[in-house]
């Protein structure tokens, strides 16, 4: 099994960076997750989370896009558009 969270759409791209910001969804003031089999995975993707001043975790996060050469190729298309 795995534990699914949900995030909001690309919504935001960090030039400096070479990378979407992502911010968690919520569900009823919770998270918004999902525990499902691990063969329904269809890409799983790496964030960085982005920390405040006190290296507290705000619930938003960096795509990292150089993990994943598919993923890598997807974005940079959508960029261009």
Known sequence: LACIHWFRPLQSFYENLHSFRLTSSSRQRGPNALVVP????????????????????????????????????????????
């Open 38 to 81: 691990v063969h329904q995975v269809l890409c799983p993707c790496h964030l960085i989370p982005r920390v405040g001043r006190e290296l507290e975790v705000r619930g938003e996060f960096y795509l990292n896009r150089y993990i994943d050469l598919e993923l890598f190729e997807r974005l940079s298309e959508s960029e261009r558009l």
